[in-house]
């Protein structure tokens, strides 16, 4: 079952250096998720062979125009597709009114529901779930109301350990076995942990995308031990003045976070269009945090089981 | 004096084959003119080196979202780059409202006044002058309220013949001789057509972006003798009823308005993302018309005086 994320766009304010703005998908077991939809998510979808109408449900961390100006796009394309599956999109106040605005001005009627959830932006909330993934949000603060997204693989059941499983036993002795409990069969109890193998840690992904350094403050408790943490890296070092100024991070704080929270690997992303060469900011966190990476476009960073 | 067309995007409705949805800038002495702005468009821009703050008007067509969904970051990015100067944006109602609530939502504040003015899709009126160009409004027939755009030049000054003029002519003689006038000059009479060479002819571009097939209609008196007519091309003859259904043009038809108008140039636009390969289309309309071209993302299409 596959956990990968890929990064669509990673740039900051202006698309610059070939560089989009921010949006990623992430996909569990073949299932889409879309965080943030920057402009032009829909040419970067294509151009790395994310078939748009697989995308389940969409999650938007706030409203300044790189993390979203380009879902409208994305939708109307999705409708032109031929999409009947209701879409589920997770985001702050006011975006409902604005696309719903805009549907009104261009007489379009999309072809498959869209059903709206007003994320929380004051604390950490439980949003969605399917059967594969929970996600619960992650306040953030910056400039606006703002939010990231915590996924956490839902609880795997155990695997039989098929040698010793009595030929004979019911669907529902299995059933229970895998749930974790222990069951009667032909007058004998089985007891579980003598007939399953623990499952495989729920994997985890945690995306904070605008936000201003937190350290020592309950963002720590929420991401604590993710496999895998997006944190905003707007500026470097230098800039830290400016970082606090404009509620951004630094290179070098997204790292302190990452080692301050313990979790397993970092991705830098959202940087400014000042920096034309990423490497200096990548070794500014590797530095603090060495399991770091950079949010490259087209990018899959992969979590094994 | 240039007066030049640069084509930024011309594909339809979705983003294909590499292929941007319709923006394009016109070029009057150093001046630019936006028309359309499909979304990517100030990724466009960069990548052709036109400076988004040299823009100093917008004109958007209609509210179909691949007319107008690059704007809001276009915006963005001209106050994020230090913009001061006023922008004007001539647009269809809706337009002003959606920018607003877009603002509201992200807490912006632009760095230079936007002043909207509301187009008139029912007929060809004035819309827009300044030093360089006069601009009318084109009525169309689609789905939705849309007009197109005719852009002319300014009349000219006529040239003087240098060699004719009195040495000891004053600026006022000068000018009246400029302007087409006789002067009187030590109480002789300067003949006008004596003294001055006839300006150069009133350039004029005529932008026709989603438009059922409107022959014997008011628009080709409107658009007649222009040198430059950009007319859609959604599809091809063989779609020709999918084209009346959508309220779109084929080939043929954009070729056909072309002769009937009497234009120099047609350049077709405005692509279905049914066809990868567009030089069938070409060929189709250049057989009505010769001095047909496509529209080919960063191609421009300059007029001389």
Not at 7 to 17: D, S, V
């Amino acid at each position: 079952m596959n956990f990968e994320l890929t990064i669509l766009g990673a740039n900051a304010a202006i698309p610059a250096h070939g560089r989009f703005p921010t949006s990623q998908v992430l996909c569990v077991n073949h299932r889409y998720y879309l965080i943030d939809a920057g402009e032009g998510v829909q040419i970067q979808l294509v151009k790395y062979k994310i078939k748009i109408n697989k995308i389940h449900a969409i999650f938007i961390s706030h409203l300044h125009g790189d993390h979203y100006l380009g879902l409208m796009g994305l939708l109307n394309t999705m409708s032109l597709r031929g999409r009947t599956e209701p879409i589920y999109l997770h985001a702050p106040k006011g975006l409902q009114e604005i696309i719903i605005l805009q549907l009104k001005y261009s007489y379009t009627v999309l072809n498959y529901p869209l059903h709206f959830i007003e994320t929380n932006q004051e604390e950490s909330v439980f949003l969605f779930e399917d059967e594969k993934v929970t996600v619960h949000t992650i306040p953030l603060t910056h400039r606006i109301p703002c939010c990231g997204f915590l996924f956490r693989e839902k609880a795997k059941d155990k695997n039989l350990i098929k040698e010793k499983i009595p030929v004979d036993l019911s669907v529902a002795g299995r059933i229970a076995l895998k749930k974790g409990e222990d069951f009667e069969h032909n007058n004998q109890i089985l007891k579980n942990e003598d007939y399953t193998h623990v499952p495989n840690k729920r994997r985890s992904y945690a995306f904070c995308s605008d936000t201003i350094y937190l350290p020592s403050s309950p963002l720590i408790k929420i991401i604590q031990n993710v496999d895998l943490l997006y944190h905003e890296a707007t500026f470097m070092h230098t800039d830290e003045k400016r970082a606090a100024q404009t509620f951004h991070s630094t290179a070098q704080q997204a790292a302190l976070i990452a080692k301050e929270a313990n979790v397993k690997q970092l991705i830098l992303g959202h940087f400014s269009t000042r920096y034309y060469d990423l490497v200096p900011a990548l070794e500014e966190a590797q530095e603090v945090f060495p399991n770091s990476l950079l949010a490259i476009e087209g990018e899959a960073f992969p979590i094994n089981e």
